[in-house]
């Protein structure tokens, strides 16, 4: 296991949209062991494949002690509507209000290409939605309706 590092706003990375993964192998758990590894050091909620530099369809989110290792993510069910701040460890220097879904399902597979259904609501399922938006190459800000300080 090893850290890497976060790119940052500006390389064009981020703005790439990422690949399905076909391949549930040794370098994805390798991958997913490095991206936790990235994301404790940081003390973020979430990390996604693209903000190491890596162009696959892979995200981690550590909510409430439990972290998510989603692969191939499909948002399957959204409803409802609520604004709160975001921040992103790829986006240093200011956080920003963002409208997303109250209440998410989704569909997901494990490092062993088993399949999840994962039902999210309020701020979990906003850092599931923030972490699948950078596998499409969209950053926070594109959403953001205030900007705030830090
Ligand atoms: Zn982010």
Redesign the pocket.
């Known amino acids: 296991m090893a850290r890497r590092n976060i790119v940052k706003m500006g390389d064009p990375v981020l703005r790439k949209k990422s690949k399905e993964v076909t391949e549930f192998d040794g370098r994805l758990g390798c991958l997913l062991d490095d991206m936790k590894d990235t994301l404790h050091f940081a003390e973020g909620l979430?990390l996604?494949a693209p903000?190491v530099g890596v162009l696959k369809r892979v995200c981690i989110v550590e909510y409430d002690g439990v972290l998510y290792e989603l692969v191939n993510p499909v948002l399957t069910h959204a409803e409802g509507k609520c604004t709160d701040d975001e921040g992103?460890?790829?986006?240093p220097g200011f956080r920003g209000l963002v409208e997303r879904p109250q209440i998410i399902d989704v569909t997901y597979f494990d490092r062993e290409g088993n399949r999840h259904v994962q039902h999210a609501e309020g701020y979990f399922a906003r850092v599931f939605l923030?972490?699948m938006d950078?596998l499409d190459g969209i950053?926070?800000p594109d959403k953001m309706i205030k900007k705030l300080p830090e």
């Open positions: 979430g996604a903000q992103c460890l790829s986006v923030h972490e950078h950053l926070f």
